[in-house]
């Protein structure tokens, strides 16, 4: 049972891969967690979605705001691309500079079909993460990071 459970937490990791939600630095984070921490992975990732959680939040606001402030927007985005770099999440960090170029543009019609859609991604790798870190808890500690195939 334990063995299969292992596999589950292991093909759960490679769909979030394959389904392109992370890159390669999630699995630097997870290189770097050990039997001295060995929620190193889940702890950063829950500090990332609440400093995300925060950024998204603030341009919410600045959005909702007249006239834009498109250099605020984009320094929020700015940050939020890079937090998502910190993490790997691939899928959200992708969406940072389409919004980016609209602020640049002064277009408020973009910034706001970009932002919808960063969003979108963010909610759902955060499930997606949470469904996986709360498998990967009930499997226990795990083994050492490896790159899924």
Do not use: W
Not at 20 to 33: A, H, R, S, T, V
Not at 103 to 124: I, P, V, Y
Request: aromatic share 8%; with cysteine.
């Amino acid at each position: 049972m334990e063995r299969n459970m292992h596999k589950q937490v292991a093909i759960m990791k490679k769909s979030l891969f394959d389904q392109g939600y992370l890159d390669e630095q999630f699995m630097e984070l997870e290189e770097l967690q050990d039997d001295a921490n060995p929620n190193f992975v889940e702890e950063v990732v829950a500090l990332y979605f609440k400093d995300s959680a925060r950024l998204i939040n603030n341009i919410e606001q600045a959005l909702g705001r007249s006239p834009l402030d498109f250099n605020r927007l984009d320094g929020y985005m700015h940050q939020l691309k890079s937090s998502s770099t910190s993490i790997g999440a691939s899928k959200v960090k992708a969406e940072c500079p389409l919004f980016r170029e609209f602020c640049r543009a002064g277009n408020a019609d973009g910034c706001l079909r970009s932002f919808q859609q960063l969003k979108k991604e963010h909610a759902t790798l955060r499930k997606k993460l949470e469904n996986y870190f709360q498998l990967a808890r009930q499997v226990g500690p795990r083994e050492t990071a490896c790159r899924p195939k």
